[in-house]
């Protein structure tokens, strides 16, 4: 934490010598500035001295980025407000970075009644499961048949025509296209940066943009497309209006953070836009991609799974073209913004999506939601449960008994 360093040049050399001391990684932190701070403060140096009589030097997100990287001459990736991470390696930064916009692979739908593969389950699921995971064949330094199935199938495309066969071509035809959009998303947000030459990335990285686009060039193309339609407000919202997945309301899609890779590329880019600048906002499980206004809101919401209708705790909203950020604080609310509908924030997939869906069932069949106006705080919504003589027991919408029951 650097933001407690009064004398500048002490800051920078603290900040050098962890630096000559880290191997892999290096985390920095700092206090960013967040609107409303300022009270009770008072100029000192190239800071401010608190009421406690403390020095805090605080930096906006881009601030606190541009210092990191003046001094440590390293790309700093940001991880969260106020918390960067300065790579040693090239090539691990940017395996963190393509990780971080790679989806999590479902698995083909495996025929477990095929007597081959059941009776060489042992040997082929590690294969099938590298398979899941790069949406490819692997390379041979990417993985390597044990002894026994060498003997048993040959070869590794042997074993993947078994494999095709039991899964079928459509599984594997999925994983290879999700594998392709994750790689054009990380390509197109890492030229916010600077792109690293094909050399100095991971060998998995090299492979995959080998398989799945022919050439590196071919590959950023690609991406500085995507990247270039993710400015325009047309496209942005047509793609929202077009989205799968998430909530659609007149000037905004809402959507949970679990489901932010069943988006359109073109929208993973855009809410990308706003990781790549703000990191990850600690708690922020719903984010709000503005339809026209060229913004990302990342919404807290840390009852979203336990309360049916969760209360919004703080907000983030980065405007991705003046880099402007505002928070807003709820957690101190009488009456603060409530959601309605979760499900329809998941995909259908999601382990809660069902029980959420049945809420909202019971909700519409009273006509409890069709006032969208009124409900959207939690005083107008318990304003609304009692007005109909309801109360809610968990997820479930029960009748509240009166007096003389």
Known sequence: VINSIEDPSERSRTLERAWELCRNVLVVAAQVVVPGRGHGQVEFGDGILTRRGTFQKFYTQAELREYIEAVLETEAVPASPGVFYAFKDEAVRAEFLANRYRRRPAGPRRRVSEVRFEQHRELLEPLM???????????????????????????????????????????????????????????????????????????????????????????????????????????????????????????????HQSALTALDPLLRVFEGCGRAFLGEVDGANVIKLHRFSGKVSYLVYPDFETDPHPVLHRSFKLSLRTLDVDCYDYSQSENPPILHRKETFLEPTHPLYQRFSRLTEQEEGHRLLDDSRTIGTKAGWEQRLRGGGFALRGHRLVRMQSEHE
């Open 129 to 255: 499961e590298r398979i899941e995971a790069l949406g490819r064949l692997p390379e041979p330094d990417e993985f390597s048949l044990p002894e026994q199935a060498t003997a048993v199938f040959g070869s590794l495309r042997r074993a993947l025509a078994l494999i095709r066969k039991i899964a079928g071509n459509e599984s594997f035809e999925k994983a290879a296209k999700e594998r392709q959009e994750d790689l054009l998303v990380y390509l197109a947000l890492a030229m916010f940066r600077k792109r690293p030459p094909i050399r100095k990335l991971s060998l998995t990285l090299q492979h995959d943009i080998r398989a799945f686009f022919g050439s590196y060039k071919k590959a950023c193309s690609d991406a500085d497309d995507l990247l270039f339609r993710a400015g325009d407000a047309d496209a942005i919202d047509q793609a929202c209006r077009e989205s799968k997945v998430g909530k659609l309301l007149p000037n905004a899609l809402y959507i």
